[in-house]
């Protein structure tokens, strides 16, 4: 079975926090993404990677960063977290373009 | 750009019914589709896809859906739903040789009842 594994579950961090959430995937997949979810809003986009050291921004990028250091492995980073980044975080992987998304379990992150 | 909508934000049917999600794109060309499902506190699962070829799709747990250019929609149905099916579903487009990142609409709520 194909896996993308989020690091965790649920985490509680405090305002101004670095937050890293940690994102792996089993399938050699080129392409990563980052996406917020938040009720009413549907699935936005955080940011992207094609490659390994390659990203780009998404819909929502601002107080966010990634890092892709190996292909299977793509990390989302808040640079210190507020309470508006309070919601569930979902990491996926793809293929390419004729190939559909495999998501992870995603991380509901708590910012008090 | 590609953009996804789904205009019913809760559906509720009661169980053995039928169901149908809309969803309609804003593309161009032909877009790649898709529909997901997301169990509460999960992620998402992907139950069918369109790419090319027959616009009536089958995929997993007895949901099909149809492709219909005319309309730029992708409708899901299925016959009759089962408890189980309460969900969020979220329909997404990508785009045939361009940008491949699939775009999503904002879902739909279904609820069941017995």
């Known amino acids: 079975d194909v896996k993308v594994t989020q690091s965790s579950r649920y985490l509680v961090k405090r305002t101004g926090e670095k937050v890293f959430l940690e994102c792996v995937q089993d399938?050699?997949?080129?392409?990563m993404f980052w996406y917020r979810q938040d009720p009413g809003l549907g699935l936005r986009l955080i940011y992207f990677s094609y490659d390994v050291k390659m990203k780009e921004k998404g819909d929502i990028p601002e107080g966010y960063s990634v890092s892709r250091e190996k292909k299977e492995r793509f990390s989302l980073i808040l640079e210190s977290a507020s309470t508006n980044q309070t919601s569930m975080y979902l990491c996926?992987?793809?293929?390419?373009?004729?190939?559909?998304?495999?998501f992870g379990q995603g991380t509901r992150l708590t910012v008090v | 750009a590609q953009s996804v909508t789904q205009p019913d934000i809760h559906i509720t049917v009661s169980e053995g019914a039928s169901l149908e999600l809309r969803c309609n794109y804003s593309y161009g060309a032909t877009p790649y589709l898709f529909w997901y499902v997301q169990s509460p506190g999960q992620g998402l699962q992907l139950l069918l896809k369109?790419?090319?070829?027959?616009?009536l799709v089958q995929g997993i747990k007895g949901f099909e859906a149809e492709f219909k250019r005319s309309q730029s929609s992708f409708n899901l149905r299925k016959p009759s739903v089962h408890w189980s099916d309460a969900a969020e579903y979220f329909c997404?487009?990508?785009?045939?040789?361009?940008?491949?990142?699939?775009?999503f609409g904002r879902g739909t709520s279904l609820i069941v009842h017995p």
């Open positions: 369109y790419f090319s070829g027959d616009t």
């Open positions: 997404a487009v990508g785009v045939a040789g361009g940008s491949y990142i699939p775009t």
């Open positions: 996926a992987s793809m293929g390419g373009a004729t190939t559909e998304a495999f």
């Open positions: 399938m050699d997949h080129e392409n």
